[in-house]
């Protein structure tokens, strides 16, 4: 029996602010994002999510898809 998938655990939401992971880049040097739009799979599981990445030079809205593997949950929605 796999332990990795056996307990549920929270989706990500709109609104939530995550870490988004990168091996090319150190750890300090990870980008932070707030999840834009979330997409679901057959089974209504979240599998990818849109990110809004911050206002980088000079360009005001940036957006990212990423999967869900890639991505760390830092301060979920129900906490601002």
Do not use: M
């Not at 991505?71 to 929605?77: E, G, K, S, T």
């Amino acid at each position: 029996l796999r332990k990795k998938w056996t307990t549920p655990r929270r989706s990500l939401k709109l609104g939530d602010f995550v870490i988004v992971r990168d091996a090319a880049d150190k750890r300090n040097q990870w980008l932070l994002a707030r999840v834009h739009n979330v997409k679901h799979s057959s089974d209504d599981h979240v599998r990818s999510v849109t990110l809004n990445l911050p206002a980088v030079d000079g360009c005001n809205n940036s957006f990212l898809e990423r999967p869900i593997s890639q991505l760390i949950l830092l301060l979920p929605n129900e906490y601002k």
